[in-house]
Nanobody
Framework: QVQLVESAGGLVQAGGSLRLSCAAS????????MGWFRQAPGKEREFVGA????????SYADSVKGRFTISRDNAKNTMYLQMNSLKPEDTAVYYC?????????????????WGQGTQVTVSS
């Protein structure tokens, strides 16, 4: 089993930055692919970005490419999502996720473990 705990989100002005973290406990997740998803009101949960933990290979949704960066800290078993140049349309509940596979996936249904979610609000 893997437990995922996200840091608090927050309220930020458009153009600002915010960093989320996702701390994992339980089985080591060097074996896992990890991802970030988000869900805005009235919308489905969508892919934001993902990382293959062992190699650091990342993938991003087109909507965040060039603005968001995923990284990880092996020693702390923590994944990060650095969000820059935030836009009002980035407002959503952000979730981290892990899957029992060595590789990341961009598909929501491929993930086995989920964090509790954290609200990010970007004001215009």
């Amino acid at each position: 089993q893997v437990q995922l705990v996200e840091s608090a989100g927050g309220l930020v002005q458009a153009g600002g930055s915010l960093r989320l973290s996702c701390a994992a406990s339980g089985r080591t997740f060097i074996m896992y692919g990890m991802g970030w998803f988000r869900q805005a009101p009235g919308k489905e949960r969508e892919f934001v970005g993902a990382i293959t933990w062992s190699t650091g290979t990342t993938s991003y949704a087109d909507s965040v490419k060039g603005r968001f960066t995923i990284s990880r800290d092996n020693a702390k078993n923590t994944m990060y999502l650095q969000m820059n140049s935030l836009k009002p349309e980035d407002t959503a509940v952000y979730y981290c996720a892990a899957r029992r596979s060595s590789y990341y996936s961009i598909q929501r249904d491929d993930y086995d473990y989920w964090g509790q979610g954290t609200q990010v609000t970007v004001s215009s």
